[in-house]
């Protein structure tokens, strides 16, 4: 219980700052300095008004300053940083892989770019960090990162329209990290963005067709369930499958 008492502020404290991440890394802007402002006056956030979630919802979700509406998107992703750090916490213990991937899907769509400048760091600390800690699982992240970038390789060739070289660069890191939980993961994020076109299809009709969807938010999604749930799903899928016809 008291990692679990830390872990959630913590991750409210992460998701405030991956918020930094996805507004300025894009625009080439320092992730340092200057502090945090207003983004329609200006005007620098005072530490009283910069607490994750509680300092929105007490200021109505509008500046101080000048009035202006912030985003609810802030709030939302210090939240779901905070709420999905507590859950890895209570099913795999201190495990904080793959939190990046929140300011990726928020780039990704704003943006309609998977930045290197996030991936780049991610696949470097992963490589560092195996090799000094576990030398073994490295081995077998290298393999499925390489599998998982291939697979995505193959599907952005042949609908190039529907998937960058971002979202391939993007699940080689994450076979790095999640091994091979990483088959759950892009299931779910196949499953969902395939949901989700279905959707605007209904609602648009078949020239929403061009309309592209940016697909690291769905690799998100299953990056964290592959996170609380990846080796369990696995398990069931041989049991129920390859048990059965064997």
Same mark, same amino acid.
């Given at each position: ?65 000048? *009035?202006?509406?912030? /985003? #609810? ?5 210090? =939240?779901? +940083? !905070?709420?999905?750090?507590? &859950?890895?916490? $209570? ?38 960090? *195996?090799?000094?800690? /576990? #030398? ?5 992240? =290298?393999? +499925? !990162?390489?599998?998982?970038? &291939?697979?995505? $390789? ?38 969902? *963005? ?53």
């Amino acid at each position: 219980m008291e990692q679990l008492a830390l872990a959630a502020p913590f991750g409210l404290i992460i998701g405030s700052f991956l918020n930094v991440v996805a507004y300025r890394l894009p625009r080439g802007e320092s992730l340092v300095r200057p502090a945090s402002r207003c983004t329609t006056c200006g005007e620098e956030v005072r530490p009283y008004d910069n607490v994750p979630v509680v300092s929105w919802l007490l200021l109505r979700g509008r500046c101080r300053h000048c *009035g202006e509406r912030i /985003s #609810p998107r802030y709030p939302l992703v210090e =939240l779901l +940083t !905070g709420v999905l750090f507590a &859950a890895i916490v $209570l099913t795999r213990g201190l495990d904080a892989r793959l939190a990046l991937e929140l300011p990726v899907a928020a780039i990704d769509l704003d943006h309609r770019i998977v930045p290197n400048k996030v991936l780049a760091p991610m696949a470097v600390y992963g490589v560092v960090a *195996g090799a000094l800690v /576990s #030398p073994h699982a490295l081995v077998g992240g =290298l393999i +499925t !990162g390489a599998a998982a970038f &291939a697979f995505l $390789l193959v599907a952005a060739l042949a609908h190039p329209a529907g998937m960058g070289m971002g979202d391939v660069k993007l699940a080689g890191v994450m076979g790095l990290y999640l091994g091979l939980s990483v088959v759950p993961a892009l299931a779910v994020a196949f499953l969902a *963005g395939s949901l989700v076109g279905v959707a605007i299809l209904v609602r648009h009709g078949a020239g929403a067709r061009k309309r592209g969807v940016p697909f690291a938010p769905f690799m998100a999604l299953g990056g964290v369930v592959a996170l609380l749930a990846g080796p369990e799903l696995i398990h069931l899928y041989s049991h129920l499958f390859l048990h059965a016809s064997s």
